[in-house]
């Protein structure tokens, strides 16, 4: 296998695996979204049959105590939500530098190969030259 | 006058008086082309690269223009990526927000609330989400932060690869291009050299004398001039160098003949 095969191997893995870790991380934001509401419903059901018990649930005050409640999910899934977020960041940041370093990598690559090639041309003019200045001398 | 003829047509026929003088100008002036040819290319190359453009070769500029497009094009798509996850955090928090405001609403309505009431409470809640909100945008910032940071790093990493290539480009062409010239200037010195070497070397002679002293030596009878019929054919003979001496009965390889150093 040559080397500029194996080199769009590897960059087709870097993408492919940009693409995992992407795909990795909608999965888990629909399964926390999923997980979320459920959770929500139960916390909800919670506080709710806690005011049934102490008679205060159709009062505006239980309205305040459901609002807590409210709020402190609320913190929960931006905690959760923006967490999640920002794993997907670094973890796709992860990624592109390797694809940064791949880019970096095939550009030195592919200037030795020239360098390689130039080299071996001006040899082979040298060759030539001093060749036929040696025919001419005889 | 007969003899100095005869020797004369002798010098001609062994090649002795033949002038050098113009294959050495010719060998230097070569070298000196040689060399003037070597120079000029290497000027064109230098401007427009041609060694790379007639053997298909990518120069390094152009290796390193894609790979700085390729790098641009890439960032591009993951910064866009980091703008759809950010906006995707705010589009899930004000989704939630809407979600719970309706069921502040429809719960209120349950439980037999009044519709104030019910407004109020979503109003209240509204404004307690500012800590949520924030708590996400911090972390979001956060984590954009620390991403942006990383691919900085790589970035620097990248860059400074780059300019370490274009560095040994660079010191390659210019070792390259001595050696080159190094050749160039190496056949062209050998060319002159040898061009003023061979002007240099002692040219054989015959003095009269020794042409006598040959003769003797050699058994040799003098030659004499035409005379009779002979000395009235007027046209030109071309007679081969050898037959002088087989004409004599003499084997050319034979005859030594001897010259001053």
């Known amino acids: ?138 | 006058m007969t003899t100095n003829s005869h020797d004369d047509s002798l010098r001609n026929l062994l090649g002795l008086n033949e002038s050098k003088i113009s294959d050495t100008t010719a060998l230097a002036l070569g070298g000196l082309g040689v060399g003037l040819i070597g120079l000029q290319w290497l000027q064109n190359q230098e401007k427009d690269n041609s060694l790379n453009r007639i053997f298909g070769i990518t120069s390094t500029g152009k290796i390193l223009k894609r790979s700085r497009a390729n790098v641009a094009a890439s960032t591009a798509q993951y910064n866009a990526d980091l703008d759809k996850i950010s906006s995707g955090v705010e589009g899930g928090m004000k989704a939630m927000e809407a979600r719970e405001k309706d069921a502040i609403d429809t719960s209120a309505r349950a439980r037999g609330l009044d519709a104030k009431i019910s407004q109020a409470s979503q109003e209240q809640y509204g404004a307690s989400l500012s800590g949520a909100y924030a708590t996400a945008h911090k972390a979001l910032a956060e984590a954009r932060a620390s991403a942006t940071s990383q691919l900085g790093g790589a970035m620097a990493n990248y860059n400074m690869g780059l300019a370490e290539q274009q560095f040994k480009d660079l010191m390659q062409t210019r070792a390259e291009r001595a050696g080159i010239l190094g050749e160039i200037g190496g056949i062209a010195g050998s060319l002159i050299k040898n061009a003023a070497e061979r002007e240099s070397m002692p040219q054989p002679s015959m003095g009269e004398g020794d042409l006598a002293k040959t003769r003797i030596e050699q058994n040799i009878p003098e030659l004499q001039a035409p005379t009779g019929i002979e000395a009235l054919d007027t046209t030109v003979r071309v007679v081969p160098p050898l037959k002088a001496f087989t004409d004599q009965g003499l084997n050319p390889l034979q005859v030594n003949i001897p010259y001053r150093r």
């Open chain 1, 1 to 138: 296998m040559s080397w500029k095969s194996t080199m769009n191997n590897a960059l087709a893995a870097i993408n492919q695996q940009y693409a995992d870790v992407s795909n990795y991380y909608d999965q888990a934001d629909l399964e926390f979204e999923t997980q979320f509401k459920s959770y929500r419903g139960q916390a909800m059901t919670d506080a709710i049959n806690s005011m049934a018990q102490n008679d205060v649930f159709e009062s505006p005050v239980s309205e305040k105590q459901l609002n807590r409640q409210r709020k402190a999910l609320s913190e929960q899934y931006a905690t959760g939500k923006s967490s999640l977020a920002g794993q997907k960041m670094s973890a796709l940041g992860s990624v592109e530098s390797q694809r940064i370093n791949y880019y970096q990598n095939l550009a030195s690559l592919q200037q030795q190969s020239s360098a390689s090639k130039r080299s071996s041309i001006a040899s082979g003019i040298g060759t030539g030259i001093g060749l036929a200045a040696s025919i001419a001398m005889l």
